[in-house]
């Protein structure tokens, strides 16, 4: 790596709530996916406050075009979504939606990264449907989910500011992600693929 041309990896998610239990999720597995060496960059979720996604809009706002070009950037992402009656949540699929805005770049949507993706909810069934969702959004957007993914019940686990968890295993698991995808961009990155390609 050069600092040219630094390894990222992006976190994308949480909720309206400062220190979600979902964005405490995700910065327990950026954080790991950082030990490797990797730039990191958070995105929560009181900044996805979006428009409703439209393709037809030529004009972004701020913090849309932040997303998208933060996305473009990216060599590895990381999204969690809270799970709301076993769905993620519409805050985080509007997020996803906005890829669509790097369907005509030369490594369109999210090819050739991979994508570590957590489900926050209270209950099991929210959180293994809402996982189940996010991958095949990932899949449809052409990232490679990594291998492990994660369903966390709220009602079990429970995330303190200082990046600790109840439960040692969802602790295990989310840096086990975030490591997953830092490893795969840094493979990449080794190889010669280029970090980043623009449109």
Do not use: C
Not at 9 to 29: H, K, N, T, W, Y
Not at 35 to 52: A, D, N, R, S
Not at 126 to 139: D, F, G, K, Y
Request: proline content about 5%.
């Amino acid at each position: 790596m050069t600092s040219a041309s630094p390894v990222r990896v992006l976190g994308i998610g949480g909720s309206l709530r400062d220190g979600s239990q979902s964005e405490r999720a995700l910065r327990i597995a950026l954080g790991a996916a950082g030990e490797l060496g990797v730039e990191t960059e958070l995105i929560p979720g009181p900044q996805l406050v979006l428009p409703f996604y439209d393709a037809a809009v030529s004009e972004r706002t701020e913090q849309a075009e932040r997303l998208v070009e933060a996305v473009r950037r990216a060599d590895g992402v990381i999204v969690v979504s809270p799970g709301y009656h076993g769905a993620l949540s519409g805050l985080v699929k509007n997020a996803l939606d906005y890829i669509e805005d790097l369907r005509e770049d030369t490594r369109p949507y999210l090819d050739g990264r991979a994508v570590g993706l957590v489900a926050v909810a209270h209950g099991w069934q929210a959180a293994v449907t809402t996982l189940e969702q996010l991958r095949t959004i990932t899949h449809a957007l052409r990232g490679w989910a990594t291998p492990l993914g994660g369903s966390i019940n709220a009602a079990e686990t429970k995330f303190d500011e200082a990046g600790g968890a109840s439960d040692e295993k969802a602790l295990r698991t989310l840096r086990l992600i975030g490591t997953q995808v830092a490893e795969h961009a840094l493979l990449r990155s080794r190889r010669g693929d280029p970090p980043t390609r623009r449109s």
